[in-house]
């Protein structure tokens, strides 16, 4: 069954005076029939939430969800051809495996007769290779096994999709790998469309055909496992994909070229001057992240004066209960008691975030430079600007791409390879520059030079240059 979300979203009203929270926002995409999808995202950023819109628990606030030509939005769960498997297991533990197994048989209609019921029993259990187990009670069974009973739950129904949330996370290493291969083994076998979220970007690599990965309600990127590591779309994704993490430079824009310690890594790019931070655009994303000040205690921090625009006056009287309440709108909101701190020095982004988280802006650094990164950008200006390795992609033979400088902190065996721990010279960035074991002899000095096979540049805003 294919399954299609069309413009998607849950936003939950925020609790006590606090902001909507947009959990799912306009989330757009097909699910192929017979496909395993796996949702991949960190913890907040709405997976669950698009589970339980697709299973019929969650209402959206807008959108569509589609099986096959069925429109779903409006059927409630149990008539929508589902499976539901959540991180516990929720079995009921009065019940045998056999009992667990047919419980959502019961109330099939037409009736099942018992005998049937339990073929059915008896053949998911197979399935799932908990099929000698079908009279023990759930607390004479493995965490692995009950997971199973759970998952043989869920196909008792056969249903048309398959929905798993976190359904390994309550198990150890082994039996999480070992589960994993079989809920992949499941669904090859069953051919049913599913959708399994994890936060796990390995397990979302090594069991889906397709990754969607998400971050604070968005999805910023569906490919295949491969692509969706070999080609991130942006720095988020990959940052988010691959273990080690990517490794990250800072590089600057300068007069169209992107440089490295004055080594050029890219030209081409426009760029012109400085931008402005006196941009009343980025007190806006103060304010947006938590900042408490008024724009006038924020330019204040900047340095400058900010005068309010003088307020209209309405003609009309006031009346006379409300005179005061009518000046109080006029007059401009003061938000909280605050005292700005005043950048000493430059200012520029680093200096401003100092003095917004000062004011109880919330979001990290990374954040806000990206946010504001997006203003920086459409103004086309000079910026620092990230370039990404892979650890593995690396040589310390000299090649076409710049040598990058980095001081060797120790080194760590992993099978064949070795992993370089570096400090990059000149910044505070820490990598990991996995070669093969042959290759330490070329490990001599405290100081190396490494050189990427590949690269990939991103802006300021984290978007994909190159
Ligand atoms: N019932 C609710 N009321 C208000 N906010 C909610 C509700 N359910 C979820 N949220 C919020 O919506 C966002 C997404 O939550 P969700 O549970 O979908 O995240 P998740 O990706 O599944 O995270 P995790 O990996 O931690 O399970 C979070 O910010 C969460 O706090
Ligand atoms: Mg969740």
Sequence with gaps: MEVRLDNLSKHFP????????????????????GKLVGLLGPSGCGKSTTLYMIAGLHKPTAGKIWFGDRDVTDVPPENRGIGLVFQNYALYPHF?????????????????EKTEMEQIAQEVANLVDIGNLLDRLPKQLSGGQQQRVAIARALSKRPQVLLLDEPL??????????????????????????????????????????????????????DAPQTVYE??????????????????????LKNGRVLLHGNVYHKGLTSKGKFDFFDERIYDVAVEGGYNGTKADYFTSLGVEYVE?????????????????????????????????????????????????????RMTYGDFEEEVGKFIVE?????????????????????????????????????RDITIVANVVGQKHRIRVIIPAEERHKVKDKVIKVYPKRFYLFDIDGSRIL
């Design 379 to 415: 103004a086309g200006a000079d910026r620092d600007v990230k370039i990404g390795v892979r650890p593995e992609a690396f040589t310390l033979d000299k090649n076409e791409n710049p040598a990058i400088d980095v001081e060797v902190l120790y080194i760590e065996h992993i099978g």
């Design 309 to 361: 625009e003088e307020p209209v006056v309405v003609e009309e009287e006031p009346k006379k209960k409300g005179i005061k309440e009518f000046f109080a709108k006029l007059a401009p909101k003061k938000k909280h008691k605050f005292v700005p701190k005043v950048i000493e020095g430059e200012v520029n982004l680093e200096s401003i975030y100092e003095a917004i988280v000062g004011g109880g802006y």
């Design 231 to 252: 080609e991130p779309v942006n720095l988020f994704v990959a940052k988010f994909l691959g273990s080690p993490a990517i490794n990250i430079f800072d590089g600057e």
């Design 96 to 112: 045998t495996v056999r009992q667990n197994i047919t419980f959502p048989l019961e109330n099939v209609r037409p009736k099942l």
């Design 169 to 222: 996370s309550n198990l150890d290493a082994r039996l999480r790998l070992q589960t994993r291969e079989e809920i992949r083994r499941i669904q090859r076998d069953t051919k049913v469309t599913t959708i399994f979220v994890t936060h796990d970007q390995e397990e979302a690599m090594s069991i889906s055909d397709f990754i969607v990965v998400m971050r604070r309600g968005v999805v910023h990127q569906i």
């Design 14 to 33: 925020g609790v006590k005076g606090a902001p909507v929270v947009k959990a799912v926002d306009q989330m757009n995409f097909t699910i192929p029939d």
